[in-house]
């Protein structure tokens, strides 16, 4: 899409692209200026008509709002759920993420990489003692800014846990702390420990499953573990999300 149709879309809302435009799977993005401040803000405009998408992109953006002033988290500036008009505009993130970090010299450098895993799990923890967990963390959703900041994007798939029961709410955090791990992981080791972001997941998960089957557990644990698996046929439309 051209700048011309975004700035008559977006101009009602006082707010002017400016480009490049990238095209992801369910979205345009793009940075735009905010007329009435001349902020720089980054807009995310949402293209698809799955049910499923557009209920994550409206749950984002209430995460935004409850979570505004919270450390680590971009400030939501302006936002619109209208049928034909789907978006949010946040505060620019101008620093790096981290798989570009992973990437770069710095990478290598174990100190840094250890600091960096620090800093995240200190903002888990902070997020969590607010109730609400993040659920999708990833190399590319974590960056920092030029002066050190850790800033956390995309919270389509966030989680409310503050009224949950304890174990409940264990489960949901558990996302963030198996996230966790795994960023630190493919960090230090150059690539991911499963191919947990795209369909390949599947076969993994089979072959793990057949690993259980056979390894001559107990009948209750071998269950339980087995029931922890699913095959791409069976997940879920939020799990089929959280894979793209």
């Not at 293209?47 to 984002?60: H, K, M, W």
């Not at 030029?146 to 846990?161: E, N, Q, S, Y």
Request: charge should be positive; charged fraction near 25%.
């Amino acid at each position: 899409m051209s700048l011309g149709p975004l700035e008559r879309r977006l101009a009602p809302h006082g707010l002017r692209p400016h480009g490049p435009v990238r095209r992801r799977p369910f979205s345009l993005v793009f940075p735009a200026r905010q007329d009435s401040t001349g902020r720089e803000v980054f807009v995310k405009l949402l293209t698809s008509r799955s049910a499923g998408v557009r209920r994550n992109f409206g749950r984002e953006i209430d995460m935004l709002q409850a979570l505004a002033g919270q450390p680590g988290v971009p400030a939501l500036v302006a936002a619109s759920t209208d049928d034909g008009q789907i978006f949010h505009a946040c505060e620019h993130v101008h620093g790096r993420s981290l798989r570009e970090i992973a990437r770069s010299p710095e990478g290598r450098d174990l100190a840094m990489v250890l600091g960096r895993a620090k800093a995240l799990a200190d903002w888990i923890a902070a997020l969590h003692r607010v109730g609400i967990a993040h659920r999708d963390l990833s190399l590319d959703h974590v960056f920092i800014e030029p002066d050190g900041r850790l800033v956390v994007i995309d919270f389509g798939m966030a989680k409310r846990t503050g009224d949950l029961p304890a174990e409940e709410r264990l489960h949901y955090e558990g996302y963030d702390l198996q996230a966790l791990g795994m960023i630190l992981w493919e960090m230090i080791c150059g690539h991911s420990i499963f191919p947990y972001r795209n369909m390949a997941l599947g076969d993994v998960l089979r072959r793990e499953a057949a690993l259980v089957r056979d390894a001559g557990l107990p009948a209750a644990i071998r269950r339980w573990l087995l029931d922890c698996f699913a095959t791409p046929s069976e997940f879920t439309p939020d799990q089929r999300f959280f894979l793209r």
